[in-house]
Every structure is written in structure tokens, then in C-alpha cells.
């Protein structure tokens, strides 16, 4: 549970609270507006629309990576707008984050940079290496394990990442477009590596365009269309977005 000294921690069912938030950019660029969604703890949620709809843009509110224009953004019952520099780092070990371009350090080996977000958590090596052969078996990857990642294949960065932010067990894991350069037998397998991580307690928040991985189950699915939500309208059987959208301005995202 995420949690700091000196405040009582948090109990309640909310993992994310987003409250009418925008996010802008000048000169007139508006790739969020006025988006609410709260997750709860242990649920899983997907964020679908075109590219540019606002999807990697509200991943990255929510580990503050960019601050929003307006509204509230809470992780854990923490508005991330108030907290120190020195908390949200604590609070970011807490959430592990597949990033769309992978960020994965070139030069290091593959299990150096899944390594990574356990070392900072100050897990054992004996454990860490544990958790990487185990992870890189789920996800095919069991001879890349000294393999440097500039020599992988886009595929193959993609299932690092991955590896990567579920590999220290956080509470809440943003994924952008995490099956975006597989085949079908391996989203299957990051899809089950979720699941696992949801079994255990984490909340993940999926950004793709990939139909397959949640039209067949329960989960809930927030679609953005050039940075708003579309609602469903149960007389039409249609989505519409709320009717004062066409008046907004919105730039090329």
C-alpha cells in the first residue's frame, strides 16, 4: 500500500481519482479536456481512441511526468500537484510504467534494465535475478537474459518494458500500447502476465488500440476522442461526445 510517514494511510477503494482535467499546450493544443475516470484498487481499465485522442497524455499525468492544466489528479489518495519531489519518487516505485517508445537503456543487458526498479526498492540480488528469469520464461524471452537491448528487436524491447514495470510488484501499472508490436501468441502471454499482477492486487490502466485484449471481458473501457471522453447513449445505441465539444478549438496532437 502506498503509503508516507506522517500521514495516516490511505483506506479507501480509489487507486485513481481524476476530477474535470485538462491539459493544454500552447498555442491552442488541448489534448485533454475536462476528463474525469476513478479506478479502484484491483481493477483493470482500458483507455481507447485514435492516436492522439489523449491517451499517453493522461498515462503520463499519473506519474507526473507532466502536470495537468486543470482539474485534480490523486494517485492513492495523494494529490500528485502537492507532493514534494522527494515523495512522488517513493510514490513512482509504487507504479511501474510499460512506456510506448520503451525507454530502455541501450548499452545495459536486458535483465540490467528490468533489474532496475527492483535495485532502487533495494530487493536482494539473489531475488532479483529470481524475478527476472521468471519473468522473461512468461514472456518468451529466456535466452536474452545477458542480450544488450540495442540489439532487439522492436518486439522484444516491448516485452522488456513490460518485464520491467510489473517486475518490483507495484500497486498500479500504466501501460501504453503494450501489445503494439506483437504477434497474437505473445500479447496472449503479456496479457496473462497482467492477470497475474491484477490476481496479486495491482491496478492497471491499458492505453491501446487493440480490440482483442478487453472485448471479451468485463473490464471496463474509456474511449477518448481528441482529448475527450465519448459517452454512450443507450436510446441511438450510439457513443456521442457531450454536445458543447464542437465548440472547443482543438490543435494537431
Given at each position: 500500500?502506498?503509503?508516507?510517514?506522517k500521514k495516516v494511510i490511505d483506506t479507501s477503494d480509489v487507486m485513481v481519482?481524476?476530477?474535470k482535467v485538462t491539459k493544454s499546450y500552447p498555442p491552442n493544443v488541448h489534448a485533454l479536456i475536462d476528463v474525469s475516470l476513478n479506478v479502484n484498487k484491483g481493477e483493470i481499465i482500458f483507455l481507447t481512441g485514435m492516436s492522439g485522442a489523449g491517451k499517453t497524455t493522461l498515462l503520463r499525468l499519473l506519474s507526473r511526468i507532466e502536470r495537468q492544466t486543470k482539474g485534480l489528479v490523486e494517485v492513492g489518495g495523494y494529490d500528485l500537484s502537492k507532493l514534494s519531489r522527494s515523495k512522488m519518487q517513493k510514490l513512482r516505485r509504487k507504479i511501474g510504467t510499460a512506456y510506448q517508445d520503451f525507454k530502455l537503456l541501450p548499452e545495459r543487458t536486458v535483465a540490467q534494465n528490468i533489474a532496475i526498479t527492483m535495485e532502487v526498492a533495494y530487493k536482494r540480488p539473489i531475488l532479483i535475478r529470481k524475478r527476472i528469469k521468471k519473468l522473461l520464461d512468461q514472456l518468451g524471452l529466456q535466452d536474452k537474459y545477458?542480450?544488450?537491448?540495442?540489439?532487439?528487436?522492436?518486439?522484444?524491447?516491448?516485452r522488456v518494458t513490460i518485464a520491467r514495470a510489473v517486475a518490483n510488484e507495484p500497486d498500479l501499472i500504466l501501460?501504453?500500447?503494450?501489445?503494439?508490436?506483437?504477434?497474437?501468441?505473445t500479447t496472449g502471454r503479456v496479457m496473462e502476465l497482467f492477470k497475474e499482477c491484477n490476481k496479486k492486487g495491482a491496478t492497471l490502466i491499458?492505453?491501446?488500440?487493440?480490440?482483442s485484449i478487453y472485448s471479451n471481458t468485463n473490464h471496463r473501457v474509456m474511449e477518448l476522442y481528441q482529448g475527450k471522453q465519448m459517452f454512450f447513449d443507450s436510446q441511438s445505441k450510439k457513443r456521442q461526445?457531450?454536445?458543447?465539444?464542437?465548440e472547443l478549438s482543438f490543435g494537431d496532437l
Open positions: 500500500m502506498i503509503s508516507f510517514r481519482d481524476i476530477i545477458n542480450t544488450p537491448a540495442s540489439e532487439l528487436s522492436r518486439g522484444e524491447q516491448q501501460a501504453d500500447e503494450p501489445t503494439g508490436n506483437l504477434d497474437h501468441e491499458i492505453a491501446t488500440h487493440d480490440e461526445l457531450p454536445s458543447f465539444v464542437d
